[in-house]
């Protein structure tokens, strides 16, 4: 990929989008199997945990299926793996367009190291917290948009428990954790999340406090990737743009400010025993 070329931009593609494309595909292929097996939408839909009206929308292109169903609707045609193949290409229709190549990427990563400025980290977030970020988006975000994108952050969470598991760290603004975003009851259980996740031997969260007069990082948030090819990549996003860079050069200025943040921010068990009195304080 071309170096800082906005994955906005190159991912707003219409095969990823509702009604054309892989999900247009997808469905178009689920009706002719479940014509072909001889099922009506309504006992189609009973065998597989969703209604006639949902399994009538994937089918016409209008909703994302997500992979429970997707494994299930092949299982229960018989299909042979014809259906969950195309699992991961619908999977990747789940996410905003700019968001597209850095889930593909984190899912596969061998190390993660992410610095928060404005939200608590998607891996991170509870479900309510997802939920409460993703209704404040404006414009107006389509219910059926939120519930499709919130089961996709939380399915990106599944990379903590994967084996072999990726090194992770993360450096959080202070600001972050004091914004009760969802409300105080929300943060505190995202809090108690947060400090549930920073146990695993795998992963370090630290705190930037508000009062250090030091901080490499005023550019904003951004992500290393260490890609199971070998190759490092960062992450940058902003107001729904974002880039991916490779140039080595640029790569290391973010590294570069990544480890003095590290070092200007409190030390995983400092940041663990402040996040422990900020629950104490909501």
């Known amino acids: 990929m071309r ?3 906005p994955a906005a931009q190159r991912q707003q593609r219409p095969e990823d989008e509702p009604g054309t494309g892989v999900v247009t595909a997808f469905g178009r292929q689920l009706k002719l199997l479940r014509v072909r097996a001889g099922l009506e939408r309504a006992e189609f839909g009973k065998r597989v945990g969703y209604s006639a009206d949902t399994v009538a929308s994937i089918e016409q292109g209008r909703r994302i299926p997500q992979a429970r169903f997707i494994e299930k609707a092949d299982e ?7 259906l969950t193949a195309l699992k991961e290409e619908v999977g990747r229709a789940q996410y905003p367009a700019y968001f597209r190549d ?13 610095y928060a400025v404005y939200a608590v980290p998607g891996l991170l977030q509870t479900e ?8 404040m988006q404006r414009p107006l975000l389509p219910d059926e948009v939120i519930e499709q994108r919130l089961e996709a952050r939380l399915a990106r969470q599944e990379v903590f428990s994967r084996r072999p598991a990726p090194l992770m760290s993360f450096v959080i603004e202070e600001a972050v954790l ?11 259980e995202t809090l108690e999340q947060i400090l549930l996740t920073a146990q695993l031997r795998h992963v370090e969260v630290q705190v930037m406090p508000t009062d250090r007069q030091d901080n490499a990082a005023l550019g904003g948030p951004f992500t290393l990737i260490d890609t199971d090819k070998g190759q490092r990549i960062a992450y940058a996003e902003v107001q729904d743009d974002s880039r991916l860079y ?8 973010l590294e570069a400010r990544y480890g003095i943040l590290r070092s200007q921010g409190l030390t995983p068990s400092e940041s663990f025993a402040f996040i422990e009195k900020l629950m104490g304080e909501s």
């Open 246 to 253: 490779t140039e080595a050069a640029r790569v290391r200025e």
């Open 3 to 5: 170096d800082e070329e």
């Open 102 to 114: 850095a889930a593909r990427l984190e899912a596969r990563a061998t190390a993660l190291n992410l």
């Open 76 to 82: 229960v045609l018989g299909a042979g793996g014809v």
């Open 178 to 188: 004091r914004r009760p975003l969802g409300g105080r009851k929300v943060m505190r």
């Open 128 to 135: 309510d917290y997802a939920r409460a970020v993703f209704q």
